[in-house]
């Protein structure tokens, strides 16, 4: 067809499978294995229907953003809430890489970035991680368009010390360099202390992972006020009222329960610590992970048979057919019932 040839043609992220029957372990896209803090439950009894007749406030404007800021100790004017840290990501990708030269990311990382830079024209080029799957800071540093890279790194879970982030975003004063979070609560240390120092740093975050809410799409970024102002324009040119009424006040309580937060990350960790533990007595090995998913090859067993085996038993888990990581699942870590239940799935496919 003749209109075709003016079509924007791009070939979407593919997240991972949303398995809806009772009964299915679901151990394949690093969700909370554990419901919200208890706040959120009772404030959905508070939610008034009348308020939805209503546009609701601008994000930089609600008691999400006042709750944040407390929490972080920055500025309101530092905050950008966005419907997922995807949606974060997306409008700093369209605010920030609008240069020439291209922008860099490693070779291995989330999988959305290359999408966002071909649906915005964006010139990027990869850097390899190097092969125990660790970023080489040396790479970001020789001038480019923009940076951007998960810390801890997606899907291997690998942390980039905050001395190594922060040679990356002093390296490149003159771009913009993003570091998502999205799994920084589970164990790593997060750049936010140098937003002191660097005006060109955006840290994004989400509520997604570890506080349990990918349901209610809640990503946030923090960075300089100048930053944070660019990023409101743009998305205020795009669609101003994302983020719903509900979102936003349940939003709040996730955040105000600092005790339960805590507990959460605290018990995903300790469930981390023992999947090493029994990984490694079935055959398997894996980087150090900083994040609530394992990234584990066996010793013998191809990983796309293991995945399918798993499957076969109602266990979900990650496998991508990729070059350099065909070899490795991506597990996350689920209840201690539930990973119990993967090492005795596990035992019998790779036992004996
Ligand atoms: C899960 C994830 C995100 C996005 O999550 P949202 O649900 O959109 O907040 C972003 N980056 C990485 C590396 C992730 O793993």
Known sequence: MKWEENVRRVVPYTPGEQPDRPGVIKLNTNECPYPPAPGVAAAIERLDA???????????????????????????????????????????????????????????TYSFYDVWAEVYGIPYETKALDAAFRIRPEDYCQGSGGVIFPNPNAPTGVLLGLHEVEKIVAANRDVVVIVDEAYIDFGGTSALPLLDKYDNLLVVQTFSKSRAMAGMRIGYAIGSPQLIRYLHDVKYSVNSYTLNYPTLELGVEAVRDKAYFAACCDKIIQTRARAQKELTRLGFTFPESYGNFLFASHKSVPAQMIFQELKENDIYVRWWDKERIDKYLRITIGTDEQMEALYAALDKICGG
């Open 50 to 108: 009348d308020r939805m007749r209503l546009y609701p406030a601008f994000p930089e404007q609600t008691a999400l953003t006042e709750e944040l800021a407390a929490y972080y100790h920055v500025g309101k004017d530092q905050i950008f809430i966005g419907v997922g840290s995807d949606d974060v990501l997306s409008m700093a990708f369209m605010t920030f890489f609008n240069g020439d030269r291209p922008i860099l990311f490693p070779d291995i």
